[in-house]
């Protein structure tokens, strides 16, 4: 936490609006429209996943849809399309950012649109911070004219060519989980340049009451709405995103520093005009014996590292779902490692961390 989260409760519980509105949720969404642009408008939400789920609604997508999933990603960005009763085809990464092929994403429109089923959106991740090649899939996405879905739950704090991440969608979200690079504990928002869309996902994230001075309900809604308590948070946050982003930026630049000579780790590194956040500093080993050589070296010293996210389409629930691979996520799962990235880190835990590293490395 900042300096000023713990005021802006005090200011919640002080004026009674322990509620899911009143002025800290409006005050926070102004703090993200503040912190993008003029252009964006902004609802905040209960989660990065209610996020996805009415991006998804609010773009159509019903029952017997298909909708374009980046496969290496959190379960969170697919799972909502499983909710609308439509079915997630994956696409596979590429090596330079890890993220959705623009290639795979392409020969898979064109497979389902031969098909017969036109896929109704675009889910596209700048997964551990890193920003997908944007211009890449807008192209793709205009020329088939299938709207885009912007997870940039990891990526709040990294931009592409200067333009902050969040703002490439015609949906994008962002979340506010207690393990995102700010956090609300739990929280999400939906943004877009367009302010029926936010009017709509506001509409539709407080169960959908119509103008009357009765409950009257048109369509089925949801209890999405960010609490104000958490939304005090939030405000006090993004007063200390930038700090945050530095320091992971931080984390990314000493591990590469300590470990960058040694010719086993690789890193993802930042191709020109992509900024990441650094959510996660990840490193590539030759194999999964020596990735899991160096995840149990540190387990056994208290300190936890996971794998890189493992696909969707190789996950139990997804197996039968349609996807387009080239093998890219596969062996980055089984290669890849997330290193303790918190933004608390001091740098006894850094060097703790790396001389373990070092020391279990097999040596070539
Ligand atoms: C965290 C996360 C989400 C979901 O956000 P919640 O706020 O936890 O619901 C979605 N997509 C990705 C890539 C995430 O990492």
Not at 74 to 102: H, Q
Not at 113 to 136: S, T
Not at 163 to 191: P, R, V
Not at 321 to 347: A, Q, V
């Amino acid at each position: 936490m900042g300096n000023n989260e713990e005021n802006y409760v005090q200011e919640a519980f002080d004026s009674n609006w322990i509620a899911p509105l009143g002025p800290n949720v409006d005050l926070f969404e102004q703090a993200i429209e503040d912190y993008y642009s003029d252009e964006m408008h902004v609802a905040a939400l209960s989660s990065g996943t209610a996020a996805i789920h009415l991006a998804l609604e609010l773009l159509g997508v019903s029952a017997g849809d298909e909708v374009i999933c980046q496969s290496f990603t959190f379960s969170a960005s697919a799972n909502p399309i499983v909710y609308l009763g439509a079915t997630p085809v994956f696409v596979d990464s590429e090596k330079d950012t890890w993220n959705i092929s623009p290639l795979l994403l392409e020969k898979a429109i064109l497979d389902r649109i031969a098909n017969g089923r036109k896929p109704k959106a675009i889910i596209a991740v700048h997964l551990y911070g890193m920003p997908y090649k944007v211009n890449e899939i807008e192209k793709i996405a205009q020329h088939y004219n299938i709207p885009v879905v912007e997870d940039s739950a990891e990526a709040l704090g990294s931009s592409y060519k200067s333009k902050k991440c969040g703002s490439f969608g015609d949906i994008s979200i962002l979340s506010f989980n207690g393990n995102k690079i700010i956090t609300t504990s739990g929280g999400g928002a939906l943004l877009s340049k367009n302010k029926e869309i936010q009017k709509k996902a506001i509409f539709l994230a407080t169960q959908a009451r119509d103008n009357a001075p009765h409950y009257q309900h048109s369509s089925i809604g949801y209890n999405y709405r960010m609490s104000n308590v958490l939304a005090g948070i939030g405000r006090g946050q993004m007063e200390v995103l930038d700090k945050r982003v530095a320091a992971r930026r931080e984390n990314y630049k000493f591990y590469k520093e300590c470990l960058g000579e040694i010719t086993q780790i690789t890193f993802l590194e930042e191709p020109k005009n992509f900024y990441s956040n650094r959510w996660l500093s990840c490193i590539l080993t030759p194999s999964f014996e020596v990735r899991e050589k160096i995840r149990l070296s540190l387990l056994e010293d208290d300190i936890e590292a996971r794998p890189l996210w493992k696909p969707m389409h190789q996950q139990p629930i997804f197996l039968d779902c349609p996807s387009y691979t080239d093998g890219t996520s596969e062996n980055l799962f089984d290669r890849g490692l997330c290193l303790p990235s918190g933004s608390n880190l001091e740098k006894e835990d850094l060097e703790r961390i790396v001389s373990l590293i070092i020391n279990n490395i097999p040596k070539q």
